[in-house]
T-cell receptor, first 117, second 112 residues
């Protein structure tokens, strides 16, 4: 159980275009999902917390108008990178919260590799 | 100073060796400690979850937390080539379902 999927797994786009990344909890409902970004050889950095039916909460330094998050249902959150630039090239990973024997735990998706040319 | 420090490695060990991975942290509010394994180009997979100080064992994996020293460890016994991955420590003050602060990850290679 507790499987999280992401689509697409990899995307290449031209500078100035927008890219949408989907995060789905496949076998459970997730009121809260998180979006992370990971640069090569660096740790995961939390970008925003996505709550179903309400506005996302962004971490300091993350532009909410550039990284649009929509959590329209209990199994789907989307991250749209608007007007992407080469510096946005990164590995984007989502996670969803599921309960378990040790309490709530984050289960991560497989990630989406974005390359902006 | 980063909130969580982790040696990035790479750490190379022979098959069958005992592996010790460590993280130190500075935020005394952290109460929940996790270890994730991340294969190349994949999302992190939860390995161990502990609360407060103490030890926890699961198969070949043992997690230790020493809050007095702000130091956590993950031990892997009888290491296998399939254990080759990056191991990330993560911490939270409010539980695993809340904001996590990650270490940079230690790259481990288990050689035949």
């Amino acid at each position: 159980g507790a499987v999280v999927s992401q689509h697409p797994s990899r995307v290449i786009c031209k500078s100035g275009t927008s890219v949408k990344i989907e995060c789905r909890s496949l076998d459970f409902q997730a009121t809260t999902m998180f979006w992370y970004r990971q640069f090569p050889k660096q740790s995961l950095m939390l970008m925003a917390t996505s709550n179903e039916g309400s506005k996302a909460t962004y971490e300091q330094g993350v532009e909410k108008d550039k990284f649009l998050i929509n959590h329209a249902s209990l199994t789907l959150s989307t991250l749209t990178v608007t007007s992407a630039h080469p510096e946005d090239s990164s590995f984007y990973i989502c996670s969803a919260i599921a309960g378990g024997p040790t309490g709530e735990t984050q289960y991560f998706g497989p990630g989406t590799r974005l390359l902006v040319l | 100073q980063k909130e969580v420090e982790q040696d990035p490695g790479p750490l190379s060990v022979p098959e069958g060796a005992i592996v010790s991975l460590n993280c130190t942290y500075s935020n005394s509010a952290f109460q929940y400690f996790m270890w994730y394994r991340q294969y190349s180009r994949k999302g992190p997979e939860l390995l161990m979850y502990t609360y407060s100080s103490g030890n926890k064992e699961d198969g070949r994996f043992t997690a230790q937390v020493d809050k007095s020293s702000k130091y956590i460890s993950l031990f892997i016994r009888d290491s296998q080539p399939s254990d080759s991955a990056t191991y990330l420590c993560a911490m939270s003050s409010q539980g695993g379902g809340n904001k996590l602060t990650f270490g940079t990850g230690t790259q481990l290679k288990v050689e035949l």
